[in-house]
């Protein structure tokens, strides 16, 4: 019977019931929400980034990423790269070469990152293809480069007009080049638009005078959770002097710092809503307390011990949580699905803001089960802390006067 | 006669430590089983606070109440709730009935707390039920029930567990004329079929009326103590 006490006490007062459902819900869905977009951006920023550039891990020549030269280049031993194609978390090695070179058109010239890339093998990696807006690919033999939307605006230059490249090639040596622009990509990094140039991995090392050497090893794998397993893995299949293997956290400490910065600013606000929640789900406990004071009273009178009637307050407290909960995560999931599935892109100051960070102007969204989990087991533990309030008020309940109340 | 309520120089005092208001000065007096009594008096004159110390709802500040040899004041808290569960039947001005549930299933949530099986207690709440003349209201919640049916229901839940006595605090204050006199035919027809003791506060001259035996108080004592049956067995004596 007490069950079914519980039950009807929640519903002697729909519209409260309902009031409390709903708040309990929207907390849930507004802390999940929260997340679920703090969750998403960050996956994206990581992606962006580590599918875009670095790759989730990348072997080195030792000393290459402290000192960023083409004499710290090195030439992959057969052996080394048929151990790491065996291995079942790497999906592909892209071999490249990173350095720079001004490149030139007309009466304009600029400073670019010039990337010799293997077309094939980087674009399983990063999808370069598909982020070509004019003109085509890169092929393994060509010798026509592709270049940035921003540089090839600022070069003032088109699909078919040639550039002219001067830069500083290995061991000090001069590297010259004139090269058909092929193609021109947009990527949702602003700082590759307006910098980027690439160019088939033997036409750099013609170009950059190092046959068969590359500056950078980048390993797609296959889950990028386990990065400091594959770490040791492939660290136990090469040479520790010749060679470093780093993952994207090592390679991009800004990225991480700057996810940790919006992390913990993001909990903060977290931590707020869970506040405003508490306090507005506390009115209404406060107010079902208060108006059954007389009611407790009189089932104390009867004969009904306190810790049943504690009971009893903490079951309908229960129900009302678990109910909230659930009836928010109803809605949050399928909300967030959609969401996940159809990103926000930010338009006007809001994306420049995001552009000038170098970050690309769109709201992701998680749907990690995590996320919604976690949620909406700190909104359960609110509501049940809050729950403890009748449970002390019906302790201190003064029988007589709750009866006379 | 056995003794079922002993009350030895009750004292009460509220706000002791600030204004003292002295609501029982040091009253005394027995119920014996099968009592139909009423406690009379003018508002204030303590009737409600007297109920609530017979009823082990509050404790005096001096003095001692037994109930069937039990003094009230050696029981904590939870035997003292046990105590008013099994002994103490209670029937408020208000009804006070649990709004969430049935008229039978607010007089068989007493049994439930007293550990009586389900079939037991249902079937007990339907012969009570029966007893108050309310057959028929059994899946009635209260708001469906008249003032009167709810105030019996009161009074079928205050006898589900077979108490020592049962306490009615201004049972008829919010009822008509008819509900009342039905109301006190119920209870007078159980005091004389069941024996079943009955005190009252009240200030319904029908209560009194019906009452064989009526305790007056004024400020805090007893001023006068008429008891129907005793004085009429004293007159019938030769």
């Known amino acids: 019977m007490y069950l079914k006490l519980a039950w009807r006490n929640i519903w002697r007062n729909k519209r409260r019931t309902i009031i409390t459902l709903m708040s309990i819900a929207f907390a849930v869905f507004f802390a999940s929400l929260m997340q679920s977009m703090q969750l998403g951006t960050y996956a994206n920023m990581i992606s962006n980034s580590v599918r875009f550039y670095t790759g989730y891990a990348q072997i080195h020549k030792t000393g290459y990423w402290e000192e960023r030269s083409l004499d710290n280049s090195f030439s992959l031993p057969e052996n080394v790269e048929k151990a790491l194609m065996a291995s079942e978390s790497i999906v592909t090695i892209v071999p490249r070469i990173e350095s720079f070179s001004l490149v030139s058109f007309g009466e304009k010239a600029k400073g670019a990152m010039l990337i010799g890339i293997d077309p094939f093998k980087e674009n399983e990696l990063t999808s370069l293809k598909e982020k070509l807006v004019q003109g085509q690919y890169l092929t393994e033999n060509g010798n026509s480069l592709i270049i940035g939307k921003g540089l090839a605006e600022y070069l003032n230059v088109q699909v078919g007009d040639t550039l002219a490249l001067i830069g500083q090639g290995y061991r000090g040596m001069n590297a010259v080049g004139k090269y058909g622009v092929g193609g021109i990509i947009e990527t949702p990094i602003a700082a590759f638009n307006d910098q980027a140039v690439y160019l088939p991995l033997a036409e750099a090392q013609y170009y950059f005078g190092m046959e068969n050497q590359i500056t950078n090893l980048a390993l797609n794998v296959n889950d990028f959770t386990k990065l400091d397993k594959l770490k040791n893995e492939v660290g136990s299949q090469i040479s520790h002097n010749d060679y470093e293997v780093m993952t994207w956290r090592e390679m991009m400490p800004e990225l991480v710092q700057q996810i940790e910065l919006d992390d913990a600013s993001g909990k903060i606000i977290l931590y707020v809503l869970y506040v405003i929640i508490g306090f507005g789900m506390f009115g209404t406990i406060l107010m079902m307390a208060r108006e059954r004071t007389y009611e407790f009273g009189i089932l104390v009178a009867i004969g009904m011990r306190r810790r049943r009637l504690k009971l009893l307050s903490m079951a309908e407290m229960i129900i009302l949580s678990f109910g909230g909960v659930a009836l928010g995560m109803s809605f949050s999931f399928p909300i967030m699905t959609v969401l996940h599935y159809n990103p926000i892109y930010l338009t006007g100051e809001f994306a420049e803001v995001y552009k000038k960070f170098g970050i690309e102007p769109v709201l992701n969204f998680s749907i990690s089960p995590v996320i919604f989990f976690d949620q909406a087991v700190i909104i359960l533990v609110i509501s049940l802390l809050l729950g403890i309030y009748p449970v002390l008020h019906i302790g201190r309940l003064n029988t007589v006067e709750a009866i006379r109340s | ?238």
């Open chain 2, 1 to 238: 006669m056995m003794k079922v309520i002993e009350a030895h120089k009750i004292t009460k005092v509220y706000n002791a430590d600030k204004v003292p208001v002295n609501a029982l000065r040091g009253i005394s007096f027995s119920v014996d089983r099968g009592e139909f009594t009423a406690i009379v008096g003018p508002s204030g004159c303590g009737k409600s606070t007297l109920l609530n110390i017979v009823g082990g709802l509050d404790n005096p500040t001096k003095g001692k109440i037994t109930i069937e040899g039990n003094d009230l004041s050696n029981l904590k808290e939870n035997k003292l709730i046990d105590f008013r569960l099994d002994k103490i039947g209670f029937v408020f001005q208000s009804y006070n009935l649990i709004p969430v549930l049935t008229a039978r299933e607010n007089i068989a949530l007493i049994m439930e707390l007293q550990g009586v099986g389900k079939r037991a207690r249902n079937d007990r709440a339907m012969y009570l039920l029966r007893a108050v003349g309310l057959e028929g209201k059994e899946d009635k919640r209260p708001t469906e029930l008249s003032g009167g049916q709810q105030q019996r229901v009161a009074v079928a839940r205050a006898l589900a567990s077979e108490p020592a006595f049962i306490l009615a605090d201004e049972p008829t204050a919010n009822l008509d004329s008819v509900a009342t006199d039905n109301l006190l035919d119920i209870m007078a027809g159980i005091n004389k079929e069941k024996g079943t003791t009955f005190i009252f506060s009240t200030h319904d001259q029908r209560v009194i009326d019906k009452a064989r035996r009526v305790i007056r108080l004024e400020d805090g004592l007893i001023v006068s103590d008429n008891n129907l049956v005793t004085n009429k067995a004293h007159e019938d004596r030769p």
